[in-house]
């Protein structure tokens, strides 16, 4: 957790470098912001430690917004949603005199998360594929929500329900291969090497990988 956070430091504290001192014209990008579209594996864990109540949504796709601050570096700002809802018979008890108890066990969790990235490249820029390093600090605001219940003889009773909601966070670094398709388009897959849940811990975090594939139009900005 702490060489994570020391990275993102690192990181933030040269972009804000970088964005108090005026570039060479030949270091700015002629295109220099952009849209994507980022299919990803990543799942998106909110755990509260005091109520000892967690789970997590995998989204399809994220949408961003970037914007390169040098050839070498870029910025963005990505929007996504998911939701992950389940109400499923867990199990059938037979009683002595034939008598049926039905377990279930439910949820609905959903949530907005909004990644805020960085990426860097220390290799010659004018190549076609670049290989990028990329850390991304990620507010989530959601919800959570589980509950057990049996079922005799045709009345459910809730056995336990637990509910949390509010805003987390996470933090991720990890590789990034981009490969320029023309001079509008460029293509890219991600892996996601380091995975925390920021300010708590979670066995899901502690052994979390994702890949993503995805692709970026510049625009005439």
């Known amino acids: 957790?702490?060489?994570?956070?020391?990275?993102?430091?690192?990181?933030?504290?040269?972009?804000a470098a970088v964005a108090q001192v005026r570039p060479d014209s030949a270091s700015?990008?002629?295109?220099?912001?952009?849209?994507g579209?980022?299919?990803n594996s990543i799942s998106y864990n909110m755990w509260?430690?005091?109520?000892?109540?967690?789970?997590?949504?995998?989204?399809?796709a994220h949408v961003h917004l970037g914007y390169r601050l040098t050839k070498r570096m870029n910025?963005?700002?990505?929007?996504?949603?998911?939701?992950?809802?389940?109400?499923?018979l867990s199990g059938i008890y037979y009683v002595q005199n034939d008598t049926i108890i039905n377990y279930y066990r439910s949820k609905d969790i959903y949530g907005v998360a909004m990644p805020l990235t960085v990426q860097f490249t220390p290799f010659n820029p004018n190549r076609k594929l670049q290989l990028y390093a990329t850390a991304s600090f990620i507010p989530v605001i959601g919800s959570v929500w589980h509950q057990y219940s049996e079922e005799y003889e045709g009345n459910r009773v809730i056995t336990f329900e637990?509910?949390?909601?509010?805003?987390?966070?996470?933090?991720?670094?990890?590789?990034q291969l981009n490969y320029r398709i023309s001079s509008r388009l460029e293509g890219y897959g991600k892996a996601n090497l380091l995975y925390r849940n920021v300010g708590q811990e979670s066995a899901y975090a502690r052994s979390a990988k994702s890949v993503a594939l995805g692709l970026n139009y510049?625009?005439?900005l």
């Not at 963005?76 to 809802?85: S, W």
Request: hydrophobic share 45%; net charge neutral.
């Open 162 to 175: 637990v509910e949390d909601s509010g805003i987390s966070a996470v933090a991720t670094a990890g590789l």
């Open 218 to 220: 510049n625009l005439n």
């Open 75 to 88: 910025i963005q700002a990505g929007l996504t949603y998911g939701r992950e809802k389940e109400d499923v």
């Open 37 to 39: 579209l980022e299919l």
């Open 28 to 35: 700015v990008p002629a295109k220099r912001f952009y849209v």
């Open 48 to 60: 509260d430690n005091i109520k000892k109540v967690g789970g997590g949504f995998t989204p399809i």
């Open 1 to 15: 957790m702490k060489t994570l956070l020391l990275f993102l430091t690192l990181a933030l504290s040269t972009l």
